[in-house]
């Protein structure tokens, strides 16, 4: 199936300025090489106090720029040839250059002739300097003309103090730059999601779930915020960061999650996908206290309700998706499922396939609608999402 990971062979232009987290940067530099992405790197001086042009040249099998002087139309030719500049760390210094315009070395200059919609700015400075007026307006100035900025976070600084100033992760700022290059063809949807386990409970302690780690799911959300939609995430337990500029909602019994996504659907939603894996049995009853051994029960289990079901009997129902994890290559089950459900698409896959299963960061599905069937190779869960919501568009349209 023909996806396109939105890094892969695009440009970066990656800004270093003179700041600890530039160590970080590096890292930076290689995963985005490992994404396909082609990343060219501007140092300040003052960078090259804390790494070394070499580090970033190995980092991005590419080439390292230190000066104004060394190509005289560098300032111009980077900046065009840039899918996107990214300047990771971002100084109070740089910060307050790029927001007044003034372009006294190569960095700055370059970002002159960039269009501030492609510029990403990744601030990294102690909290009493970020929380200064004078950085804070310089940063306003920057949002308001468009600039991207991902972080900064709060946490132990290079300084010893704790507060807000920490450079944003390295899987933060990739991510921004995912979703800068990304297509906004989902404006207008609004996706509720669904994902993770749910726990049926036996007592306070004791509770029957699902093997789910959520990430498919968290993906999913991920993916369509990137791609323009208005996303309500609902999640039972995982050990998943919920993704920024998502409305999370989390829940843990199967009862909650229909609750949830009844409601949230019921709210003008224009698409369900559940990626979730509801437990399909919960206790009778749910001890109030915690049961000795002496107490065990004998399991009396009754069936939850379903969810899909529920809502794809709803006056004006959503596109929805669904996903069927069966262990073995059973397709026709996951046809079955479709059809009994009345789901618009059903996300086939063999959990018992290695490198598709649980808890693991790739899976490769067969995407099953009313009229064919799609399979993928063993990709990212991102580029499974993606493929996913490629699909549901062409459907759509
Ligand atoms: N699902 C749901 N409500 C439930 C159980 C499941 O909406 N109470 C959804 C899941 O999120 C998934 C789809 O239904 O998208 C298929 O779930 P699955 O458990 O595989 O299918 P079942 O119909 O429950 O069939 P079985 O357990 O017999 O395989």
């Known amino acids: 199936m023909n996806f396109l990971n939105p890094l892969k062979n695009r440009s970066v232009l990656l800004g270093i300025t003179g700041g600890v987290a530039a160590y970080k940067s590096v890292e930076l530099a290689r995963r985005l090489y490992d994404e396909e992405a082609s990343v060219v790197t501007i140092m300040t001086e003052a960078s ?20 104004l002087w060394e190509d005289p139309l560098a300032h111009i030719r980077l900046p065009k040839e840039a899918d996107i500049t990214v300047i990771a ?15 006294d070395d190569l960095l700055s200059t370059c970002l002159l002739s960039c269009s501030s919609k492609k510029v990403i700015i990744a601030p990294a400075m102690n909290w009493r300097m970020y929380e200064n ?8 100035q920057l949002t308001s003309q468009g600039v991207i900025l991902v972080g900064p976070e709060q946490g132990s600084l290079a300084c010893g103090e704790e507060g807000t100033g920490r450079m944003a992760g390295v ?38 779930s699902n093997r789910s780690s959520g990430k498919m799911g968290y993906a999913l959300a991920a993916a ?33 999650m229909f609750a949830a996504v009844t409601g949230e659907t019921a709210r003008a939603a224009t698409m369900l996908v559940m990626a979730a894996a509801v437990a399909d049995f919960s206790p009778e009853t749910r001890a109030e206290t915690k049961l000795g051994k002496k107490d065990m029960p004998q399991l009396k289990l009754r069936m939850t309700d379903d ?63 009313r009229s064919g069937e799609q ?11 993606h493929a996913i919501f490629d699909r549901v568009r062409e459907i759509k349209a």
Do not use: C
């Open 89 to 103: 760390p971002a100084t109070a210094n740089l910060i307050a250059k790029f927001s007044q315009g003034i372009a």
């Open 307 to 369: 969810i899909i079901a529920a809502v794809a009997s709803s006056p004006g129902r959503p596109f929805i998706v669904g996903f069927a994890a069966e262990t073995g290559r059973d397709l026709d089950r996951a046809r079955q499922k479709m059809r009994d459900k009345q789901m618009d698409m059903i996300v086939f896959n063999d959990v018992a396939e290695p490198g598709a299963g649980f808890d693991v960061d790739t899976n490769r599905v067969v995407i099953i609608d």
């Open 375 to 385: 399979g993928t190779e063993l990709m990212s869960k991102n580029s499974v999402a």
């Open 133 to 140: 007026p004078a950085v804070q307006r310089n940063l306003s």
């Open 224 to 256: 369509a915020r990137d791609r323009g939609a208005v996303v309500t995430l609902i999640s039972g337990p995982t050990s998943l960061q919920p993704p920024a500029g998502v409305r999370y909602i989390p829940v843990e019994t199967a009862a909650a």
């Open 48 to 67: 090259r106090h804390f790494i070394t042009p070499l580090s970033l040249e190995v980092a991005s099998r590419n080439r390292v720029y230190t000066s």
């Open 171 to 208: 899987p933060e700022i990739i991510d921004a730059i995912r979703s800068a290059l990304t297509k906004k063809d989902l404006v207008g949807e609004r996706i509720v999601v669904t994902a993770g386990p749910t726990r049926e409970y036996l007592d306070p302690v004791r509770f029957i």
